[in-house]
Structures are given as C-alpha cells and as structure tokens.
C-alpha cells in the first residue's frame, strides 16, 4: 500500500538543499525583501517560524506539475533542458548572500542561457492576467537575475488546465541596484542575530 506522504516524500527540496537554505536569501524570500517584511522573515530564518506548506494542496500541485510544465515550455520555446540535478543554491560572485534554486536555466539554440520559474495558479480572477502576475513575481526574477548573473528570465505559466504561458520579466538594473542595498541591511540583521524593523517598501514597476 502506498499513501500520500509516500508518494510526495521525492517531491520539493531535497536534504542538501533544506540544509543550505538557511545559508542566503533566497528567490522565494525576494517579495518580503522588496516588501518591508523583514521581521517575519527574520522570524522564518533565525527561528523556523513560518507556515507548513506541506498539507496546502494548491502548493503541492505547483510541485507536482512543475517538472512537465519545464519540458512542454521548452519544446514550445525550443529552448535547450540541461539535466536536472540535486544542485546548492546558485550564488551571487559579490554578494554571497543572494542566492537562488531557479527551477531551470535553459539555453537557446544559439547558446544563449534563461532562467525558468514554473507556477501553477488559478484560471479565474485575479490570476487570470498576466501583467499582475509578472509584478507579483517581478522581485523573484530579479532576484534569480542577480543571483545567477543571467539577466534573461521567463516565467512558464499554467492558468488552471491550459497550456503554459511565457511572460518575460526583464532585467531592471535602477531596481537592482536598490534591491541589493536592501539585501545586505537585511543580511546584516541575520549574522547580528538583530531582529529588524520592517522598512519601507520599494516599489515595482507597471508592466
């Protein structure tokens, strides 16, 4: 007999990677940073507060489907899939704090390297727009930009039960800059063991 929690015990981050996690701020963390959400943040690093996404069955599905979401989004874009490995986190050459798990760095045909996040969300209201989900995501992907040093970035998208979306976000070197600036205030609170105070949120531009 096999149950849920066996069948789902491969899916998500493995061993290696949940012990690095801890080590740098990640893709996933993006949002808060940029947001001002840095005390629970803080909270989620230093102390493991944080929300079990493991019962959340619209989370799971993401894992579930993400693999087949990469593969038809890059036949689609005849985009090159190097093989998928049990990978650290990708790190920033300066700033060894930011890193990033991207769900796939594909090539093009002539070589030229992308950065893959795959999402599943909801076919109705307010998913179903494309520009709201790329300001939703836009701290994420240029997080994963900083981190890998490819500033090229798609999202691959499954609205309900269609075919995956491509929306590019692309590189913004002015919010970037910020970003990091803040990234490295927060850091600083982390290897001080000072909880901070949650600061003003930059903003992220209309697409």
């Not at 007999?1 to 990677?17: A, H, W």
């Not at 087949?68 to 704090?97: G, S």
């Not at 970035?153 to 600036?181: H, R």
Request: hydrophobic letters at 40%; charged letters at 25%; glycine letters at 6%.
């Amino acid at each position: 007999m096999i149950n849920l929690k066996d069948f789902m015990q491969d899916v998500g981050l493995t061993s290696n990677q949940l012990l690095d996690k801890k080590t740098y701020i990640g893709g996933s963390s993006a949002k808060d940073i940029a947001d001002g959400n840095w005390f629970k943040l803080y909270q989620r690093m230093v102390h493991n507060e944080g929300e079990d996404l493991s019962g959340i069955f619209k989370v799971q599905l993401g894992h579930i489907t993400e693999e087949f979401n990469l593969m038809w989004f890059a036949n689609d874009m005849d985009f090159q899939v190097p093989e998928l490995i049990d990978q650290i986190a990708i790190r920033n050459d300066t700033y060894n704090f930011i890193g990033c798990l991207p769900d796939a760095i594909m090539r093009t045909q002539d070589g030229q390297e992308i950065v893959i996040d795959a999402k599943h969300t909801a076919a109705k209201a307010p998913w179903w727009d494309e520009a709201k989900l790329a300001e939703y995501y836009f701290p994420q992907a240029q997080h994963n930009m900083i981190a890998t040093g490819i500033h090229k970035f798609y999202l691959s998208v499954i609205f309900g039960n269609e075919t995956p979306v491509a929306i590019e976000i692309k590189y913004d070197a002015e919010w970037c800059d910020k970003y990091i600036g803040l990234c490295k205030s927060f850091w600083g609170h982390i290897e001080r063991k000072d909880p901070p105070i949650d600061p003003a949120k930059i903003e992220v531009p209309k697409i």
